[in-house]
């Protein structure tokens, strides 16, 4: 048990360590001098003052310590300094009398509920009478003086997390309930239904509380991490939003500060938060004494001191004057980009602030209010810039427009082609149109299965080699007699080394020929004069000589045998055809990395179909999600559907819906 201090003389922080075990619940007395704190292991009154909390009594003695000792949530009568209540866990409500001379003050115990007790609260008139609501989705209106329960209020919820009596009418309640409504009740009517019931959070309502000035005026807390605040009339009208880190688990109004409410969290967050629903992105006070969250709070006869429990089995004082200001520290200076419209948003702090040159005389008889009270204002200058510098290469009516689908390959890439050029992209137009010439390539190839069956039809030939056979017996080759005298005449005589035989004029090839050995060029003088024609063949040729000789000399006669039937040309070198995958896969790395993948993607998809590019996976997986996100980003939900499509039938890879 420790007690320690911060600040300097007067109203100061405080704190106080139970010991014992967490707090669940404190509840202040009516003279503000007195705190009981309640929890499943501990149950004390402190007195508090200016030096320090100092432990007055221990409700948790005696022998039969047993589940009603376990306390969920405390409050103290209103007129009775003297009288407690409390809900235990096993669904029981006890009242405790302070006055009695003995160790034990159990008083009472009510068990009318089935199971846990969330919240007791008395009348604010009568003192006879004493509100439970439970886990059990009812309400229960005791009758301290009979001890017994004289009406019950069945909520149609599975449990009844807090309840309120309305300010200025002491015979409405307010509850919540874990199903997100809120009810409000009349005493007089018994147990019918509420004769109002709306629908406040998106999920359980923890806790609730009525403005102490506007009884109109409503304030709901749950677990979507939002304090709301209402007015109340026939109908509920919501008014203002606050925005936690947290689901909400308390909250209480601060007292002579119309817009200011405290919250503490559920889990998570173990500030205190205090709110200006003016404000309500931002706390106008943080207080972050406790090391975890924060159970309860209630305010003291000052709206500068509030008390506060936590599950850190501490007590603590919070003085407004040692309270953090979030806003303080908020960045006065900002940059925003918008990417897609090449916009720049600056804010930019103001340092002083002038009113067009105007001088503002301070009022005297005006009551304003002192500076730790009010929100700190950080004001800011605002600009926007717009640049030509950054442009979106990804294009809505592209993406409407393109065909991935329905048509053969060359037929999407020439209408694509067209599609970009009338949207002045003419890069995406070359990329269609390089693969339209691709696809017609592979489209007008012989395949495999095409070859074998033409090569399955073809008779078979005998003696069939893998060169060209020129023989004399081909029909073919039954033309005149004088062209193939002329032809060999040349080749003899050499004047008709310089040409090409058997290829027309165009690219010059290299041939081998295969020539049997004892065809050779010999001198005249190595001839016989007379060489023995032979059946079939063809007479010999006489051959003027060239070379300068007397005339008298005679004329000597070459006979050559005509052997074209044994010239062979065993091996041709074939012309390499273009490959067109190298540049179209050059040319899709660099539309994607000038974060193109509109068109990346899109002939990818296409050329799917007829070929395989050789793309990295990884890069392949980036491009198509990357794709997919600008489809859904523009709402463009069936061509984001068809791509996802299109990509898990070509490849391996999964897309998250």
């Given at each position: 048990?420790?007690?320690?201090s911060?600040?300097g003389?007067?109203?100061?922080?405080?704190?106080f360590?139970?010991?014992?075990?967490p707090?669940?619940?404190?509840a202040?007395?009516?003279?503000?001098?007195?705190?009981?704190?309640?929890g499943?292991n501990?149950?004390?009154?402190l007195?508090v003052?200016?030096?320090g909390?100092?432990e007055?009594?221990?409700l948790?003695?005696?022998?039969n310590?047993?589940?009603?000792?376990?306390?969920?949530?405390v409050?103290?009568s209103?007129?009775d300094?003297?009288?407690?209540a409390?809900?235990?866990?096993?669904?029981?409500?006890v009242?405790?009398n302070?006055s009695k001379l003995?160790?034990?003050?159990q008083?009472h115990v009510?068990?009318?509920?089935?199971?846990?007790v969330?919240?007791?609260?008395?009348?604010?008139?009568d003192?006879t009478m004493l509100?439970s609501g439970s886990?059990?989705g009812t309400v229960?209106?005791?009758?301290?003086?009979?001890?017994e329960?004289k009406?019950t209020?069945?909520s149609?919820s599975e449990?009844?997390r807090d309840?309120?009596?309305v300010?200025k009418n002491?015979?409405?309640?307010?509850s919540?309930?874990?199903?997100g409504s809120?009810?409000?009740w009349?005493?007089r009517?018994?147990?019918?239904?509420?004769?109002l019931?709306?629908?406040?959070h998106n999920?359980p309502?923890?806790?609730?509380?009525?403005?102490p000035?506007y009884s109109s005026?409503?304030?709901?807390?749950?677990r979507?991490?939002a304090?709301?605040?209402?007015?109340?009339s026939n109908?509920?009208?919501?008014?203002?939003t606050?925005?936690?880190?947290?689901s909400?688990?308390?909250i209480?109004?601060?007292?002579?500060?119309?817009?200011h409410?405290?919250s503490?969290?559920l889990v998570?967050?173990a500030?205190?938060?205090?709110?200006?629903y003016?404000?309500?992105f931002?706390?106008f006070?943080?207080?972050?004494k406790?090391k975890?969250?924060a159970?309860?709070?209630?305010?003291?006869n000052?709206?500068?001191?509030?008390?506060?429990?936590?599950k850190d089995?501490m007590?603590?004082?919070?003085v407004f004057?040692?309270a953090?200001?979030?806003g303080?520290k908020?960045?006065?200076?900002?940059?925003a980009?918008?990417?897609?419209?090449g916009?720049?948003?600056?804010a930019?702090?103001?340092t002083?602030?002038?009113q067009d040159?105007?001088?503002?005389?301070q009022i005297?008889n005006?009551k304003?209010?002192?500076l730790?009270?009010k929100?700190?204002?950080?004001q800011s200058n605002?600009?926007?810039?717009h640049?030509?510098?950054?442009?979106d290469p990804?294009?809505v009516?592209?993406?409407?427009?393109y065909?991935?689908?329905?048509?053969?390959?060359?037929?999407?890439c020439?209408?694509?082609?067209?599609?970009?050029?009338?949207?002045n992209?003419p890069?995406?137009?070359?990329?269609w149109?390089?693969?339209?010439l691709?696809?017609?390539?592979?489209?007008t190839?012989e395949?495999?299965?095409n070859?074998k069956t033409?090569?399955?039809s073809?008779?078979?030939k005998?003696?069939?080699?893998?060169h060209t056979h020129f023989s004399?017996?081909?029909?073919?080759?039954?033309?005149?007699?004088?062209e193939k005298q002329?032809l060999?005449?040349?080749i003899?005589?050499g004047?008709?080394?310089n040409q090409?035989?058997?290829?027309p004029?165009g690219?010059t090839?290299d041939f081998?020929y295969?020539?049997?050995?004892?065809w050779?060029v010999?001198?005249?003088?190595a001839?016989?004069?007379r060489h023995?024609?032979?059946e079939g063949?063809?007479?010999p040729?006489?051959?003027e000589?060239c070379?300068p000789?007397?005339m008298?000399?005679p004329?000597?006669t070459?006979?050559?045998?005509?052997?074209?039937?044994q010239l062979r040309?065993?091996h041709?070198?074939?012309i390499?055809?273009?490959?067109?995958?190298v540049?179209?896969?050059?040319?899709?790395?660099?539309?994607?990395?000038?974060?193109?993948v509109?068109t990346?993607?899109?002939?990818?998809?296409?050329?799917q179909?007829?070929c395989?590019?050789?793309?990295?996976?990884?890069?392949?997986e980036?491009?198509c999600?990357?794709?997919v996100?600008l489809?859904?980003r523009?709402?463009?939900?069936?061509?984001?559907?068809?791509?996802?499509?299109k990509?898990r039938e070509?490849?391996?890879?999964l897309?998250t819906?």
């Open positions: 048990m420790q007690n320690q911060s600040g003389s007067g109203t100061k922080s405080l704190c360590n139970l010991g014992d075990g707090a669940n619940a404190l202040i007395s009516k003279d503000y001098t007195h705190v009981v704190v309640a499943r501990v149950f004390k009154i007195g003052d200016d030096n909390f100092v007055k009594m221990n948790r003695v005696g022998k310590l047993n589940l009603n000792y376990s306390c969920n949530d409050v103290w209103t007129s300094e003297n009288l407690i409390t809900g235990a866990t096993n669904g029981a409500v009242l405790w302070l003995t160790r034990a003050k008083e009510f068990v009318d509920h089935q199971r846990t969330h919240k007791v609260l008395f009348h604010p008139t003192s509100l886990q059990d229960k209106c005791f009758d301290i003086r009979l001890h329960a009406l209020f069945k149609n449990s009844v309840i309120q009596f300010p002491s015979f409405s309640f307010t919540v309930s874990e199903n809120v009810q409000i009349d005493l009517k018994g147990g019918e239904r509420p004769y019931t709306f629908t406040a999920g309502v923890f806790s609730c509380d009525w403005h000035e005026v409503l304030a709901t807390g749950g979507d991490r304090i709301k605040i209402w007015t109340i109908v509920a009208t919501l008014e203002h606050i925005q936690t880190v947290a909400v688990g308390k209480k109004w601060r007292p002579q500060r119309k817009n409410i405290g503490t969290s998570v967050d500030s205190v938060c205090v709110w200006d003016r404000r309500p931002v706390p006070a943080a207080f972050e406790h975890d969250v159970t309860g709070i209630a305010w003291r000052s709206p500068h001191i509030f008390l506060s429990t936590s089995c007590v603590w004082q919070n004057k040692d953090m200001r979030p303080s908020a960045i006065p200076q900002a940059l980009l918008n990417v897609r419209r916009e720049i948003a600056h930019q702090a103001v002083s602030y002038q040159g105007v001088t503002k005389y005297y005006r304003t209010a002192p730790n009270e929100f700190h204002l950080a605002f600009y926007t810039f640049t030509n510098l950054m442009k990804f294009s009516d592209c993406a409407k427009r065909i991935l689908n329905g048509r053969s390959a060359p037929e999407m020439e209408k694509n082609a067209e599609i970009a050029l009338e949207l992209i890069q995406a137009a070359l990329v149109e390089i693969s339209k691709y696809c017609q390539i592979l489209k190839e395949t495999p299965e070859a033409a090569e399955a073809t008779p078979p005998e003696d069939q080699e893998d004399d017996d081909d029909p073919n080759n039954s033309s005149s007699e004088t002329d060999l005449a040349e003899a005589s004047l008709h080394m090409n035989l058997f290829m004029p690219p090839y081998n295969d020539v049997q050995q004892d050779q010999l001198p005249a003088e001839f016989q004069p023995e024609i032979r063949s063809s007479p040729i006489h051959l000589d070379s000789r007397e008298e000399e004329l000597e070459v006979a050559i045998e005509n052997r074209t039937n040309i065993t041709m070198d074939p390499p055809d273009f490959d067109f995958r540049p179209l896969t050059k040319a899709l790395h660099y539309h994607a990395a000038k974060g193109d509109q990346t993607v899109s002939v990818w998809l296409v050329l179909t007829l395989q590019l050789e793309i990295p996976l990884k890069k392949l980036a491009w999600l990357t794709y996100e489809l859904q523009h709402r463009l939900h069936t061509k984001a559907a068809l791509v996802r499509k990509t070509k490849t391996c890879l897309f819906e």
